[in-house]
């Protein structure tokens, strides 16, 4: 988007300003937003089509019905008479109710709320010696499809809820999809798939009552993980920062399972995929998330949609562990196959292979978001899965869930699950075909349609080909190997990674949830968990519980080393798209807003105006406009303040600094606002505070001190 089309102020919700009046001269559809987009346009065979995105979108400048009769009315049902009974015949109203009746499809069980944008995939071909997935080689550029969702609540529940997040990428290769299907935390709950039903079972709102919505502070869900130890790692990720992050676009996404690649002289390698946010990870301090989740309960959407159109396009990238193929499986003496444990980068660091860049808004949420399926067996040449039990029971699950939910067979082929490539799958008929297929011969072999679709050649590196590897002998059984046993090690070494402020949230987070728990065997039993994994966290939780420290089942590891990565303290991040509330008064001179306005987008940082009532502010035949006001304020949707003079000290602007001010959010004061601030116990000197006469100097010094995403040297002072 060239930024003499991006607009001032992302959420414009059309491409034009609407008129005062409702427009009477009949005019074909609107185009989209510059941010916005569909999916490519391809035949229901994955063949490129000669349509456009327009071309798939509505058509004419009149209402018509779905079979394209114009409509002359359609805020009147057909009636015998004006005051009679509705008739029977009225097709209109029965096509548009009927319609209505069945807008919605059944939601996700998991993952239902969720957000997507539309992006790109370029490859740094580092990863050409380990696979020979075509999108994986060189400078390959591949169209993606991401998204961002919540596990545990539903389509009409909160962001910013203590939840697992889901982060799932459609990459459209030339070799057919492959879908990434990961969350943002690299561990799961369960070891095997069969108890995948359990556990969100237990994580879903009591049956009866069905509260509480999209949050595990309830006993259910304790009472399943303090008897299923080998949550406990998972569990820990989910009391972290991890758990609520600032946004999508600074969240780390994790592929959980270790899959098995091939390159194209035939080995093979075990891998597990990261994205990294190029804006760093970052997360919201709780009190924030529950103000959130009052103030914008549609808090992350906006924000990965504003950002976006803004042209503050986010970016991860992608990034491999590669290990062995060894027989055993095993690396460093952790087993590849428990999805309950991770390896630390320390020991294997992570390769970056490419670069994502999401830049296109979904121009249609439910066509695209709602409607786009992924499933972990989606896969291409070049990469396979593992044996893993929970990967081996998401390749069943998915399918069987994308059938249920998007009625039949044929989603592939609605439009942002088609591939782009040919496809040629023999599948014929069913709900929803929409495919016209030709031909005699749906079967092989055949010589009626000409022998047509041919088997593809088995040494071709664009074809797949599941890789040969050894089965062991064995016997059935209902059991998991010994390497599995371990529960509580890689829970210890989460904790000892993470920095004492990182350490004390995580420990509030267990008090609150278990808190929440109305019975007290639960909370007992949890904390007995607990002391398994470290005797301080137990400590910390049991007295914030009013409880005893109970004796570990299984003594805290001893031989753990802390893995730095895991922290998200103490690096420095990008900057773009952090946005800094210009707080003004009724006497502030418009001169200085426009200033800081200005100065704040040359930063690349998002300015947020802020004043008394709404409007717009001008000076020197430049005006900008109020974007919030003293009422529709929050210092949780901010990174940074900075307020301009003559600033009225109202009741709202209490509240908006001792917000920011216990959120470690950095505060700039403009000339006299500077004076005030001792009111409210601020010191001039005071960490991620500046107060300066000049404009410039506050936007350079909070530019700086957002690069660690907020002050936390005032939470140690």
Known sequence: MAPEDQPTIPGKPGPRTPEFDE???????????????????????????????????????????????????????????????????????????????????????????????????????????????????????????????????????????????????????????????????????????????????AAKPHPDREIPQAQSAHDTFWDFVSLHTEATHHTMWQMSDRAIPRSFRTMEGFGIHTFRLENAAGETSLVKFHWKPKAGVHSLIWEEAQMVNGVDPDFHRRDLADAIEAGACPQWELGIQVFPDTEDEMFEGIDLLDPTKIVPEELAPVQPVGLLTLNRNPSNFFAETEQVAFHPGHLVSGIDVTNDPLLQGRLFSYLDTQISRLGGPNFAQLPINRPHCPVNDMFRDGMHQTAVHRGAAPYKPNSLDGGNPFHAPADDDHTFVEVPTRVAESTKVRETPRTFDDHFSQARLFWLSLTPLEQSHLADAFTFELGKCYEETIRERQLKVLASVDSELATMVAQGLGLDVPEPEVEPATDVEPSPALSQL??????????????????????????????????????????????????????????????????????ALIFAEEVELTVEIDRLVSEAWRHLKFIGAYSDSSEWMSKYGIAANDPGVYCNDDFGSIVKQIAEGLAEHRAWARAQS
Request: aromatic residues 6%; neutral net charge.
């Open 570 to 639: 103490g690096h420095k991040w990008p900057i773009d798209g952090r946005k800094v509330g210009i707080v003004t008064g009724t006497a502030t001179p418009a001169e200085q807003a426009i200033k800081a306005h200005d100065l704040i987008a040359q930063a690349g940082m998002v300015p947020i105006l802020i004043a008394p009532a709404g409007g717009s502010i001008t000076s020197g035949g430049k005006s900008v406009a109020v974007e919030r006001t003293y009422m529709t304020m929050s210092s949780v949707e901010l990174d």
């Open 23 to 201: 427009p009477t001269n009949p005019q074909p559809p609107l185009p989209p937003k510059p941010d916005q987009s569909g999916p490519r346009p391809t035949s229901p065979t994955g063949a490129p089509s000669a349509d456009t995105q327009a071309d798939q979108a509505q058509q004419g400048a009149y209402l018509t019905t779905a079979q394209g009769a114009r409509v002359p009315d359609t805020d009147h049902s057909l009636k015998a008479g004006r005051r009679g009974p509705l008739l029977m015949q009225d097709h209109h109203f029965r096509e548009k109710i009927t319609h209505f009746d069945h807008e919605r499809i059944p939601e996700r069980v998991v993952h239902a709320r969720g957000s997507a944008a539309h992006g790109t995939f370029v490859s740094y071909g580092s990863a050409a010696k380990v696979t020979k997935a075509a999108f994986l080689q060189k400078d390959v550029e591949t169209e993606v499809f991401t998204r961002f969702s919540t596990v545990v609540g539903n389509r009409g529940s909160a962001d910013a809820v203590r939840d697992t997040r889901g982060f799932a990428t459609k990459f459209y290769t030339s070799d057919g999809v492959f879908d990434l299907v990961g969350n943002n935390i690299p561990v799961f709950f369960i070891q095997d798939a069969i108890k995948f039903p359990d556990i969100v079972h």
